[in-house]
């Protein structure tokens, strides 16, 4: 049995949407970080950098497996899996080129956008701009991407996973607010529905129910 520890971001449904497509069972905890959950000792020694997501998997290889930060968990969960990872060859390598794009870059731009734009009681201008630029930017990297291919890297993977909640997540908002900073996105918008459209990501995107 694995244990999710999570609360309602995009980064905590990768995890959860993530268990849904391989078919584990899990019970997931949430921690809120609202009331600042997320630094009560008992969860800071599964997740020492005090983020959600995190797992405890009972069934580890050789014992109690404790794993935290989303890039890690998906791939623990595809390598104990054998699913949404290639074992081996240039496949694999596009999956973790195209997460690393998602986790170092596309996540963290697409968050500082939200906060400065939209949920910062003080707005700061040049922090607006430089975030909006970056977001357009990388928006333009994956609609370039997706014409080219069906998924990031060409099969479903953990890659695309990473990548589709925070599109969910912020995509038509930074349009509303920003209306000229992006061009039509036609191949944004057909990957998304088809992964909206997947029963494990409708069941993991629900998940915690608070």
Same mark, same amino acid.
């Given at each position: ?5 999570t ?17 584990? @069972? ?5 921690? =809120?970080?609202?009331? =600042?959950?997320?630094? @009560?000792?008992?969860?800071l ?16 290889? &050789?014992?109690?497996?404790?794993v935290? *930060?989303? @890039? +890690? ?5 595809? *390598?104990?899996?054998?699913q #949404? #990872?290639?074992a ?28 400065? $734009? ?8 040049? +922090? ?7 977001? +357009? ?5 994956? *609609?370039?991407?997706l @014409? ?6 060409? &099969?479903? !993977?953990? $890659? &695309?996973?990473?990548t ?6 912020? #995509? ?8 000229d ?11 998304? !529905? ?17």
């Amino acid at each position: 049995m694995i244990t999710l520890y999570t609360w309602t971001t995009p980064n905590g449904r990768k995890v959860s949407t993530m268990l849904e497509e391989v078919s584990l @069972s899990y019970t997931a905890i949430p921690i =809120n970080v609202g009331k =600042n959950e997320q630094f @009560s000792p008992d969860f800071l020694a599964i997740s020492p950098n005090n983020k959600i997501p995190a797992i405890v998997d009972e069934e580890g290889v &050789d014992r109690r497996q404790t794993v935290f *930060e989303t @890039s +890690a968990i998906l791939t623990y969960l595809a *390598e104990k899996t054998g699913q #949404l #990872l290639p074992a081996h060859g240039p496949r694999r390598i596009e999956v973790q080129e195209w997460l690393a794009w998602s986790i170092s870059g596309y996540a963290p731009m697409l968050g500082q956008w939200n906060y400065f $734009a939209k949920r910062a009681e003080e707005k700061t201008p040049a +922090a607006i701009e430089r975030f909006t630029t970056e977001a +357009a930017r990388l928006f333009g990297v994956l *609609e370039g991407r997706l @014409s080219q291919t069906t998924y990031l890297a060409h &099969d479903y !993977s953990i $890659a &695309d996973i990473s990548t589709y909640t925070w599109t969910a997540a912020v #995509l038509h908002g930074f349009r509303d607010a920003s209306p000229d900073a992006l061009g039509p996105t036609p191949h944004i918008e057909r990957w998304m !529905s088809e992964i909206a459209a997947r029963p494990a990501v409708q069941r993991g995107m629900r998940v915690p129910e608070v």
